[in-house]
């Protein structure tokens, strides 16, 4: 079975998504492959630019940092039962097109989903700034990817991140995190792990028949 | 409960949607399973 996982690293029910999948995935028997896919929540974010996240929230939904302090603790709180320490209070919102860029370059050395998990662990959980270059390319090589500099200051594998936020437009995405089981099924959100699992079921049985 | 997404037919009440004529023959319609309700990040923001 191939799941295909649409995620962006800034966002927040992803990486809580991604860890109640792994539950469900913990407790099925069958192999499955899995492919992360690029998508971005604010492509029009401008690039090179990093601010708080508090200040951009506040600047998207209005009010002051106490307010987005509370917006954000109910995601913070679920997070934490997830065993993920998010900390939006040093988090920078950054445009993720590099760090997509960046992640399909570890994809093409098979590190695809380490990759993945680093960046996100960086963006909501240590609160590192994923538009530098230098922080990137150290995260890159910390799970073993080689070659990451040029890659980040250059353009490569900007058609393959287009195409994955084509693909997921076509597949009737409209946001994320949003898993693709054998191009049959979609599941989207962060659904709870048993619900993972009942969708790991029915494609398995689905393949099966 | 929200509505399936644009070419997404959700598992439960079988209403299937035709995808727009424009898109390519090999993209897929899927089933959508799961809560329709859980929280997601679109369009620039997260229902936090």
Known sequence: ?209 | MRAAAPGLVHGMDEDVQAPPTEEPRDVPVLVTLGNADVPVCEDGSCAL
């Open chain 1, 1 to 209: 079975m191939k799941v295909e996982i649409w995620s962006d690293i800034v966002c927040p029910w992803c990486y809580i998504g991604k860890r109640r999948f792994e539950t469900a995935l913990a407790d099925f028997d069958h192999p499955v492959e899995i492919e992360w896919r690029s998508f971005q929540l604010d492509p029009e974010f401008p690039r090179g630019k990093a601010i708080p996240v508090y200040d951009a929230l506040a600047e998207k939904f209005g009010g002051g940092r106490e307010q987005v302090r509370e917006m954000t603790g109910r995601v913070k709180d679920l997070a934490a039962i997830e065993g993920l320490d998010y900390d939006f209070e040093h988090g920078v919102m950054v445009n993720t097109f590099d760090a997509h860029r960046l992640a399909h370059h570890a994809k093409s050395q098979g590190l695809g989903p380490e990759m993945h998990e680093r960046l996100m662990r960086a963006q909501l959980i240590e609160g590192q700034t994923l538009s530098d270059v230098d922080t990137l390319v150290r995260l890159a090589e910390e799970i073993g990817v080689e070659g990451a500099g040029p890659v980040v200051t250059s353009d490569q594998y900007t058609a393959d991140v287009d195409a994955d936020i084509q693909q997921a437009r076509l597949l009737g995405a409209t946001g994320v995190p949003f898993f693709v089981l054998d191009r049959k099924y979609g599941v989207s959100g962060a659904q709870p792990a048993e619900v993972f699992a009942q969708a790991l079921r029915q494609a398995a049985e689905n393949s099966a028949a």
